[in-house]
Every structure is written in structure tokens, then in C-alpha cells.
């Protein structure tokens, strides 16, 4: 019975520690695995940006670059609220460095960058000034018109001037052309031509 017990704990612990891991990966996204820079977007719309530097010259040091980046981070949190802008890890590797980051916000982002970078619904977006996209297309290449993406009213939608690569938080139903998928939810935006990327979204 004692073996049975133990046995039972420890698949216990084994499952308890699997169901941790999954989480903090958010269900295969590990942000230490990306290799391009990455933002990923949850529902609630906090943001996961991964800076993907190169670091290949003999004179570039590693304690200086970490230090600048705290700094800048402490600068900007404290003209705009704390954890703004949160750095989680920098990780150096060969001939690369990797920052990542947490934003409480897509303004926050925004501002932190200098970029253009929007996250809600169809309706926000109008409302926050964005004017209807050029062409864009389904993930079978099929286009959308300007009434069907108007009709999408509480749908989400990603705007972003930055052409890296965009985890959703729903799958991507429509794209800016030029948008090549990585995977439902995965857009790399590095060959599109529009000063601004949409992407629409659906549950």
C-alpha cells in the first residue's frame, strides 16, 4: 500500500509540475526558443515582446548592454506608471542577445518604441483613428471587402507598423497581403510592403 501511495504522489507531482511548465510556456510558446523578434499578445492585451540583437563583435559587452536596457526601462516606467514596461530575462548567446519583455499595454508598447501597435476590436479601431486597410486576404488567399470587414465589428484586430513576427491571441482569419503564416495564431510580417499590418482575428 506504501508503494502504491508513493507511486500516486508522484504522478501527482509529476502532473502538477507538466500543467506549471505548459502555463508558463503558454501552451508551446517558449519566448527563450524565439529566433527573430517576436511580440506575442494575450486576451487581456498584455504584450510579451522578444528582442533578437545581434552580439557578434569582440567590443560589445554584455554587462554594459543590460545595464542600458534597465535603465531605459526605469526611465520609462517612471514617466508612464510601474510596469509599464517590465524586463524578464536577457539571454546571451553566441552571436546574439535576447531581451524579453512584458507591457502592460498596447500604448504602452507603442510608446516604449516608438511604433504604431494597436490591439482590439474592429469598432476601437475605427474609433481610434485607423482608416479601413488596403488589401487583404484570407488565409486561403481569398480577398475581403471593405463591407465584410465592417460587418467583423467586434472582432479583434492587430495593427502594427513593425514588420517582425505577431503571436495572436485568436487564430488569424484575415491578413495584410504579404502576411506569410507560421501557424494559425504565427505571422511573420517581414515581407509586406503597407507602412501599416493588419491582422483580423477570430475566436
Not at 494575450?42 to 542600458?68: A, C, H, N, P, R
Not at 506608471?81 to 499595454?105: P, Q, Y
Not at 490591439?119 to 471593405?146: H, K, Q
Not at 497581403?177 to 510580417?189: F, I, P, Q, W, Y
Request: glycine share 6%; charged share 25%.
Amino acid at each position: 500500500m506504501l508503494i502504491k501511495k508513493t507511486k500516486s504522489m508522484k504522478l501527482r507531482k509529476l502532473l502538477v509540475i507538466g500543467i506549471a511548465a505548459a502555463l508558463l510556456s503558454g501552451c508551446g510558446f517558449n519566448p527563450e526558443k524565439v529566433e527573430t523578434t517576436t511580440v506575442r499578445i494575450l486576451e487581456d492585451g498584455t504584450l510579451t515582446q522578444i528582442v533578437v540583437d545581434d552580439f557578434d563583435k569582440d567590443y560589445y559587452d554584455f554587462d554594459e548592454f543590460s545595464k542600458m536596457a534597465s535603465s531605459e526601462v526605469t526611465a520609462f516606467n517612471i514617466a508612464n506608471g510601474e510596469n509599464s514596461a517590465v524586463i524578464k530575462d536577457i539571454i546571451r548567446n553566441d552571436d546574439s542577445v535576447k531581451t524579453i519583455m512584458t507591457f502592460d499595454s498596447d500604448d504602452d508598447y507603442a510608446l516604449f518604441n516608438g511604433a504604431t501597435f494597436f490591439y482590439g476590436t474592429v469598432n476601437e479601431m475605427l474609433d481610434a483613428g485607423f482608416s479601413l486597410p488596403g488589401d487583404m486576404v484570407s488565409r486561403d488567399g481569398d480577398a475581403i471587402d471593405a463591407d465584410t470587414f465592417y460587418d467583423k465589428e467586434e472582432q479583434h484586430v492587430i495593427v502594427v507598423s513593425e514588420k517582425i513576427n505577431i503571436v495572436a491571441p485568436y487564430k488569424i482569419e484575415y491578413m495584410s497581403s504579404g502576411t506569410e503564416l507560421v501557424n494559425s495564431k504565427e505571422a511573420d510580417l517581414s515581407n509586406v510592403s503597407d507602412s501599416l499590418v493588419y491582422l483580423l482575428l477570430v475566436k
